[in-house]
Antibody, heavy 118, light 109 residues
Framework: EVQLVESGGGLVQPGGSLRLSCAAS????????MNWVRQAPGKGLEWVSY????????YYADSVKGRFTISRDNAKNSLYLQMNSLRAEDTAVYYC???????????WGQGTLVTVSS | EIVMTQSPATLSVSPGERATLSCRAS??????LAWYQQKPGQAPRLLIY???TRATGIPARFSGSGSGTEFTLTISSLQSEDFAVYYC???????????FGQGTKVEIK
């Protein structure tokens, strides 16, 4: 059974940093491209970042470019999102996601809540 | 950025009735469109990809249609478990700047 378990969320002050992790199991993690998608409280979904299966190709939404860094460790079956210079508008549930194709998302974690507030 | 606009924002439907949800793209996305269902407190679930292909395990009462800029998700006979929020997502561009609609809430009438 595919499982994606996010962790690392919490309360952080504006300008602060946080590192999210996603532990993957039940599939060959190193074969799949991965993404982060977020959802602000009571709002819709926003794609955040993409990483290729090897980690060599990375893309970001304009809203996080230059502040967030996606990475992966295929030996540890783990995906990460380093978030720096956090803003109030980054407050959201962050989901680790992937799909049978890179572009849509069959599998979602349960999400981890990041709250940016003073 | 391709803007996805869903209508209506809220749809009130009685169980057993048909529900028709719309999604419009600000420019053509070909058939590169997915639909998701999200229930309160849960992660979204993929329903449809390629505008009309049901994902694994999705009941036949869910169907998708459209191409270009106009898309429709139809639920032929609403079951109690179908009351949820539905999102469309376009994935027409590479490098990715994938975008979602703002959602349609299907509520019990």
């Amino acid at each position: 059974e595919v499982q994606l378990v996010e962790s690392g969320g919490g309360l952080v002050q504006p300008g602060g940093s946080l590192r999210l992790s996603c532990a993957a199991s039940g599939f060959t993690f190193s074969s799949y491209e991965m993404n982060w998608v977020r959802q602000a409280p009571g709002k819709g979904l926003e794609w955040v970042s993409y990483i290729s299966s090897s980690g060599s190709t990375i893309y970001y939404a304009d809203s996080v470019k230059g502040r967030f860094t996606i990475s992966r460790d295929n030996a540890k079956n783990s995906l990460y999102l380093q978030m720096n210079s956090l803003r109030a508008e980054d407050t959201a549930v962050y989901y680790c996601v992937f799909g049978r194709a890179p572009y849509y998302f069959d599998y979602w974690g349960q999400g981890t809540l990041v709250t940016v507030s003073s | 950025e391709i803007v996805m606009t869903q209508s209506p924002a809220t749809l009130s439907v009685s169980p057993g009735e048909r529900a028709t949800l719309s999604c419009r793209a600000s420019q053509s996305v070909s058939s590169n469109l997915a639909w998701y269902q999200q229930k309160p407190g849960q992660a979204p679930r993929l329903l449809i990809y390629g505008a009309s292909t049901r994902a694994t395990g999705i009941p036949a009462r869910f169907s998708g249609s459209g191409s270009g800029t106009e898309f429709t998700l139809t639920i032929s006979s609403l079951q109690s478990e179908d009351f949820a929020v539905y999102y469309c997502q376009q994935y027409n561009n590479w490098p990715p700047t994938w975008t979602f609609g703002q959602g349609t809430k299907v509520e019990i009438k």
